[in-house]
């Protein structure tokens, strides 16, 4: 192969470019890692459950959550969760590694095929890049991408200098360790699927324009590409042979489906996407990236485009065509499949993305070089400097302080949790937000992981449907944070009950509301103002004795009070009941309330499963109050039906006793008119 590349020891200026810039790379991605992004988003918490699942001791070859994952940097996250102790910065401190461990392999690369100058230009460009940054701070796999890329060329190309110099022994090496680290990706993020096609496409390359190389070097290419192919075999024989574990193809597969059927028009819209992502339009989502905003500033763009200019000038020099189709191959996932310029799905096209700005920014230097020697560095330093200051401008400040990352990043719910870090509230704590649930418990998960105190007992609850008034001395401090994950409202009924003696707090803090109420009598009051609920036994149980409230469920609860809202109701109606119960036991195993509206106990004619407080986080003496909304289904028959109700157990489905006699009691005194 031709030789361009440096192998040889480091000079002076080298070690002390490369450690700077390791240090900095470093502290930009540790530095305030739990604060930007400002809280966990939906996925991360996805990917803490899948760490949890480790740490119990499954051993999954594949995750079947979130529409499929590979499983090695879960298992590395939930090494980091056993080792740091379960929070937000262990579950992010894989990533930081992963993007650590990018610059210094990419630099590594880039030093083997360009040379000394170019590795610390590729290096330093990525240091304090956006796309570098949110994927090395973000408690995501897709960063592990980077590092295993960058090592798998870096082998491939050392085997292949090794080769053609007859090196053969260490060329083996090169390529047998080389593959592990190709094979190694599939089990780290669905992009790696596309990456074995760098070599066959470079080796093809070579067998038409250098044909004398390509003889040398086949065998090394297809130890290479076996090897990969073994590590992986395990996964894709599972994947194949069991297609259904794999959603998330199937979601992204419209734009090649419509290409089959003669459609090229999708495609061809995320090619020109995918190509715009670098200079005009980039990650139209703010999950990802100031909504719209290109991965390169105009003259980093412009270097960037000077780079794939001199490689396809030098399409001859095998080292020119192997970063064109690195960066090529790492392009192809988000040219074929939604979304349009996915910052995501281009992950492994990074590395070269950088190396081609760097030897950009080289020629650049190799021009002003001839005329004013001592003005070059100085050159390549302003680019660089105007880039960094750019992109980890437009991370921390831009992006981090955005309104519509906050809500996506749940940054008040973090934020809740950081006030209470700080100062102690003067009595109970509850907290209202919409995903507290058995099924969508984030908001809650999110704050358990954000919060470094252990000493609190923090009441759940959703007020669009329910709440509470936690037992204890002192004033209740209700937070409400703001936009987290969606809009939220107080349901009208429970508004009213909770304005009776709420009043707000100022100045506690950015990112949520913040109220204190004495909640003394307000639930006492309420239930005394009720009407006494007509209750029954199931038939079956009709030789028992009229049951009467206060009903124990279990050990764990007891309902105090049931408000009927509508007693009439036509098909396709709504039917409104209010519940008031009381916390007998804390435990920390979920319960949901089952409705059903029926005539007999057999037939259902409406249905709500659900609670809105979360009930592993009640304590002895809590009391709250849950909305039950149960849609009538249109066909219902008129005439006179119950409401059924009962508490069980979602993990296990287990019904709790109804006063040690029964699984549910009715609530009669429902008509179905026309």
Known sequence: MENRGTTGRLAWWEWGGLVVILLVAFALRAVALTEVPPGLRYDELLNHRMAWRVLAGERPLFFTDSWGHEPLFHYLQALSIAWAGDSDWSLRFPAVWFGFFGVLTTWLAARRIFGSRV??????????????????REGSRVIAIVPMISLAVYLF??????????????????????????????????????????PIFFTTYLALFHPRQFKRVRLGVLAFLVIAAGIAAPLMVLLTTNPAVEERLEHLSAPLDALREGDAGPVIDLCLRAAGMFFWEGEADWLYNVSGRPLFDPLTAACFALGILLSLWH???????????????????????????????AIASQPAAYMLAALGVEALWLAVSKRWRIAAPFLAIAILLFHGTLS????????????????????????????????????????????????????????DLALRRSDLDVRWFNPAGALIWPAGSGPITFYFPDDP????????????????????????????????????????????????????????MSH??????????????????????????????TIRMLTYWEVLSAQPTPVVAFVHLTSDG??????????????????????????????????????EYVLQLGLYAPDTLIRLPVDALGDRVWIAGITVAP
């Open 485 to 540: 994950l969606g809009t939220q409202a107080f349901d009208p009924a429970l508004e009213a009950l909770f304005i009776t003696d709420a009043v707000v707090v100022e100045g506690l803090g950015k990112g949520f509301r913040t109220f204190r109420a004495t909640g003394s009598t307000v639930y006492v009051d309420r239930l005394a103002m009720l009407s006494p609920a007509t209750l029954a036994w199931p038939p079956e």
């Open 157 to 198: 190309w050392r085997g292949l200098e090794q080769a053609g110099c007859g090196r053969r022994g260490w060329a083996t090496l090169s390529f047998v360790t080389g593959g592990i680290s190709l094979g190694g990706m599939f089990y780290l993020y669905v992009a790696a699927r596309v990456v074995p096609a760098l």
């Open 602 to 639: 057999r037939d259902i004619w409406g249905q709500q499963d659900w609670f809105d407080v979360r009930a592993e986080s009640l304590r002895p003496g809590d009391r709250f109050v849950q909305v039950h909304t149960v849609a009538v289904r249109a066909e219902t028959p008129p005439g």
């Open 315 to 345: 399409w001859r020099r095998p080292r020119y065509v192997l970063v064109l189709l690195w960066l090529g191959v790492g392009l192809l996932p988000t040219m074929v499949v939604p979304p349009a310029a996915s910052f995501s799905h």
């Open 544 to 573: 028992i004795a009229v049951p009467e409230m206060p009903l124990a469920f279990g050990n764990r609860f007891i309902l105090a009070g049931v408000s009927l809202e509508e007693s009439c109701v036509e098909p396709g109606g």
């Open 392 to 447: 980890s401008y437009a991370f921390f400040r831009t992006w981090g302080g955005a309104p519509e990352v906050w809500g996506l990043y749940q940054g008040g719910v973090s934020e809740i949790a950081r006030e209470l870090d700080r100062h102690d509230p003067p009595g109970p704590v509850a907290i209202g937000a919409p995903y507290i649930n058995y099924w969508h418990p984030w908001n809650a998960v999110n704050f």
């Open 119 to 136: 590795a610390i230009l590729t290096a330093a460009f990525m240091t304090p890049a956006f796309w570098s940054l949110f994927y090395s």
